[in-house]
């Protein structure tokens, strides 16, 4: 397939664009309201670690992959100050060079594509708010998105120099965050069905898939090393059991039956806090034992109150507006979503919206919704012209063959799987956020909507001629 080479004048504009709206977010932010305003309450644990790796040559946090730690720690130690600037700015770079990988994912389908699918992903407030907040986030999305492109790049012409390329990207994914664990897992038999659909299975493609698992798990080995040395444990993080007890299982009773994700953490972590593990110096039996304790109560609550737990969180992921995450808008005073009172998730949402401790912040998230809504609909629109025929005959290019038709279903069809890992893996956890990674294929839809659009008002001009 050629459909992924753009001209170069593209990818500068898109580049350029990216970068210069994410820096004037960044500087605006600094120079404006402070350092503060690109940190969180994680990113302060994470310039802990960092100083602390400066310090010691040592990573001995367990809750966490390392690789984010190191690039604060490389930065901290260029420039001899925890200053949060200059993380920011290459978090800045690397989020312009997604916005790029986009395109280039976007190219897949036609070159047309790339363009919009760029200029959507260089002017996506998730992506401009979370670039600027020393979060794990930005990093993590730059190794995903290309991890996202190799392998289409893959299903095309699956290659063994691609598929060791895409296993290298994957295990720096892995080792920012260990969500995407199962997702390598997964691509063992993902890239040998996805080759067979698009005719290009070969026993070698076994192969293939092999390598990308063994490569990513490979760049692992340190972490492994040391938990296995030190806690006779072969998992990468004990950040799986206070994921589940605390957040998951109380946002699944929130949704059975009202009860405030806080207090159902609260009295959660107090029966945790009874049992004799909670006092063991192992954080990796102790993140067992909440595992088991958070499966427990999940199957007393039942398949629906869990479905509707992750069905709720699907959609406030989806809809959730990115700019409620901004500083400026993000430290007005108001009480939490997860601190509102509600009967239920619609009366909670609705007290979030309606009758919010602050004005300004209200009306920013209503109007913020109503243009994600929008958006979603324009994507929805585009993914049905994606899976419903060929793009390419509507830009003046060549009728598509069967096979190149094939391709690109399989392709959209590949990332689709992607979205709903996502929506999977996230649960009832619901944040703009969270909904990061998916934003590429976002990205993708929305230039399809656009495709669309050139086609329709191109057929109304030749009627009118």
Not at 82 to 107: E, H, K, N, R, Y
Not at 315 to 338: D, K, M, Q
């Amino acid at each position: 397939m050629k459909t992924e080479r753009v001209a170069p004048s593209v990818i500068l504009s898109i580049f350029t664009v990216a970068l210069a709206l994410r820096l004037a977010y960044v500087l605006g932010l600094y120079f404006g309201i402070g350092p503060e305003a690109l940190l969180s309450q994680d990113s302060h644990w994470y310039r802990i670690l960092a100083q602390d790796f400066i310090d010691t040559g040592q990573f001995n946090e367990t809750q966490i992959m390392p690789l984010y730690v190191l690039f604060l720690a490389a930065h901290f130690a260029i420039s001899n100050s925890v200053d949060p600037l200059f993380p920011a700015i290459t978090q800045s770079g690397l989020d312009a060079l997604t916005c790029v990988f986009i395109a280039l994912m976007a190219a897949r389908f036609s070159r047309a594509m790339a363009l919009p699918a760029g200029l959507y992903a260089a002017l996506c407030p998730t992506l401009i708010v979370l670039s600027g907040i020393l979060y794990t986030d930005g990093l993590f999305l730059f190794f995903a998105t290309a991890g996202l492109l190799l392998a289409m790049r893959w299903f095309g012409a699956p290659t063994w120099r691609i598929a060791l390329m895409l296993g290298l990207v994957l295990g720096l994914a892995l080792s920012t965050r260990v969500m995407i664990l199962p997702w390598v897992v997964a691509l063992i038999a993902l890239l040998p069905l996805g080759a067979a659909l698009c005719g290009r299975f070969k026993w070698h493609t076994l192969g293939h898939a092999a390598l990308v698992l063994i490569l990513a798990l490979a760049i692992q080995a340190p972490i492994i090393a040391r938990n296995v040395s030190q806690y006779d444990s072969w998992k990468l993080t004990t950040q799986g059991g206070a994921y589940a007890l605390l957040w998951v299982v109380p946002l699944v009773r929130e949704a059975a039956d009202g009860t405030p994700q806080t207090e159902g953490a609260r009295l959660l972590s107090e029966k945790f806090d009874t049992f004799d593990v909670a006092a063991d110096p192992d954080p990796f039996a102790r993140s067992a034992a909440m595992s088991a304790l958070a499966r427990d109560e999940l199957r007393a609550l039942g398949l629906g109150a869990i479905a509707k737990g992750w069905a709720i969180g699907a959609a406030i992921n989806l809809l959730s507006p990115a700019p409620i995450l901004s500083p400026p808008v993000a430290t007005l005073e108001r009480t939490g979503f997860f601190e509102t009172p509600g009967d239920s998730k619609l009366d909670k949402v609705s007290a979030f919206l309606f009758h919010n401790d602050s004005p300004t912040y209200a009306w920013v998230l209503l109007v913020s919704i109503l243009g994600v809504a929008l958006i979603r609909l324009a994507q929805l629109g585009g993914l049905i012209i994606g899976f419903g025929r060929s793009n390419r005959a509507r830009h003046g290019e060549p009728s598509q063959s069967p096979d190149a038709a094939r391709m690109h279903r399989v392709l959209l069809g590949f990332l689709m799987i992607w979205v709903i890992y996502i929506l999977l893996i996230n649960g009832p956890i619901a944040s703009p956020k969270y909904r990061l990674p998916v934003e590429p294929v976002g990205a993708i839809t929305f230039a399809l909507a656009v495709s669309g659009f050139q086609a329709w008002r191109a057929r109304r001009r030749a009627q009118w001629r």
